[in-house]
């Protein structure tokens, strides 16, 4: 079955820090990868994907991700974090029809 | 676009009581999915839908209903309140195809039941 496990629930950063969040996944078929993001109070958005090509990808706000197959992963990185990148985040997987497997969940904490 | 809208943003159920979230999105979207989110379990699948008239389970569906009537309506109803559907509720749809599963998501509900 289809899995997501991503392996830091809190992460406490100070501002100016690097940020890298692990995702790692369990899917068959050819994947297609999704980083989201949830600001406080507010609904999921998307904050990149990988559907095929570079597996190196950039997303809005200065992320980017990296899939490397042979790790089943999909890393979230950033050089450098700002106190507004305070959110949760989530990684997911394409599913079986249509769906998404979403991980647990990784809450970052930016200290001003 | 509006894009997903979902109704009410937050209510206090008693248990026993029933009640509708209501889902709507106006991108022509063929799928549409309900989640629940509980604190540090992620975003489980309660129920989806791949078009009009079509509906399937997903993770959790236990204690809810939906139905598809109109390809811009998802509805989820829940008939006998418990608390544990505490929760947010989260709408979604998306357009499936080979290079597109993205999903674009609701504000969500948040659902107390006491």
């Keep these: ?60 706000k200065g992320f980017e991700a990296e899939f490397i197959k042979s790790k089943f992963s999909f890393n979230l990185r950033k050089p450098s974090v700002q106190w507004s990148d305070t959110a949760e985040y989530f990684c997911a997987v394409n599913g079986d029809g249509g769906k998404l497997i979403f991980g647990q969940g990784t809450e970052l904490s930016v200290k001003p | 676009n509006a894009g997903v809208t979902q109704t009410p943003k937050f209510r206090i159920l008693k248990i026993g009581q029933s009640m509708t979230l209501q889902c709507a999105q106006d991108m022509n979207h063929n799928y549409m999915y309900w989640y629940r ?4 379990m992620g975003l489980k699948l309660i129920y989806y839908s791949v078009g009009a008239g079509i509906t399937d389970k997903g993770e959790v569906p236990n204690g809810y209903n939906v139905s598809r009537s109109t390809t811009e309506d998802f509805p989820l109803r829940l008939e006998l309140a418990a608390p544990s559907q505490t929760s947010v509720y989260f709408c979604a749809s998306s357009v499936v195809g080979p290079s597109s599963y993205e999903q674009y998501f609701g504000p969500g509900t948040r659902l107390t039941v006491t």
């Design chain 1, 1 to 60: 079955a289809q899995s997501v496990s991503q392996h830091n629930h809190h992460v406490i950063l100070s501002e100016a820090a690097s940020l890298e969040l692990g995702c790692n996944y369990s899917y068959g078929g050819t994947v297609n990868l999704f980083w989201y993001v949830q600001y406080p109070g507010q609904h999921l958005q998307l904050l990149l994907k990988y559907f095929s090509g570079d597996p190196l990808v950039k997303g809005i």
């Design chain 2, 37 to 40: 989110q509980d604190p540090g």
